[in-house]
């Protein structure tokens, strides 16, 4: 059992050793919002020293997260279920504080980058939820670009 | 005697560095909230350690970019990051290593 897991494993008490696989090394260049966004060199975050979209709040709210993952053309949709042509974002929260954000594959399985450390895939978005990074607030979606 | 004296609270404070870093690291490896991550008591306790840890936050942004940006800022009072290299941490932490050769201490 990777020992990634095993220090995670209460900070995201959904996780198990079989609804996820570890993808990616560790980084400090990229976070889940960019990892979301398909970036691998940029950590999205509003607070100042951290990229954010022009024209989007520099604020820690849903409705900023919302408009800044707006500005690569998802809107907001109802279901997690893969839908063919389709590429969603799950965005997560505690209360009104978003915390992080998965992208769906076309497998229809989910990719995370968690904080500053791997990339897992993982079965639903409800693997990573439940812990620190709280539930799903929202669902986003845009045509999967080729 | 003071020679003895500044080695043995440098020796100190990278002491304490090494357990506060750690536990800063180990405590936000999953938050992708830099807000969380640089308001962590750790993270504050190490900017508490003063000038004497700027050294080795530069050492430690020369192995990987950690995000020491902050603590940097806090404890220097500079900010040699141009806007357009905000969330680039290669780029932040090349301009914070070149500001440390620049004052001589990396």
């Not at chain 1, 505690?94 to 895939?121: C, F, N, V, Y």
């Not at chain 2, 800022?73 to 905000?86: K, L, N, S, Y």
Request: one cysteine or more.
């Amino acid at each position: 059992m990777p020992a990634f897991f095993e220090q995670v494993r209460t900070a995201l008490p959904r996780l198990t050793a079989d609804n996820h696989v570890e993808t990616s090394p560790a980084s400090w260049q990229y976070n889940c919002v960019a990892w979301a966004a398909g970036i691998t060199d940029i950590w999205w975050w509003p607070s100042p020293g951290r990229y954010w979209p022009a024209d989007v709040p520099r604020e820690e709210s849903l409705a900023a997260f919302v408009a800044a993952l707006a500005t690569l053309g998802y809107v907001p949709v109802g279901s997690a279920a893969l839908e063919p042509g389709l590429e969603k974002v799950a965005l997560y929260a505690m209360g009104d504080q978003p915390t992080h954000a998965a992208r769906q594959l076309a497998s229809g399985t989910w990719t995370s980058k968690l904080g500053p450390a791997i990339d897992i895939e993982h079965a639903t978005p409800d693997a990573v939820a439940g812990g620190v990074y709280g539930e799903v607030a929202v669902i986003m979606v845009r045509s999967r670009l080729a | 005697m003071s020679q003895i004296t500044n080695a043995a609270e440098q020796s100190a404070v990278a002491a304490r560095f090494a357990v506060l870093a750690d536990q800063w690291k180990a405590a936000t490896a999953l938050l992708s909230s830099t807000t969380a991550m640089v308001n962590h008591p750790a993270y504050r306790a190490i900017i508490a350690l003063g000038a004497p840890v700027v050294p080795l936050l530069l050492r430690d942004l020369e192995r990987e970019p950690v995000h020491w940006f902050e603590a940097l800022q806090a404890i220097t009072g500079e900010d040699p990051v141009p806007r357009e290299h905000w969330g680039n941490s290669m780029a932040m932490a090349t301009d914070w290593l070149a500001w440390g050769r620049q004052h001589g201490l990396n």
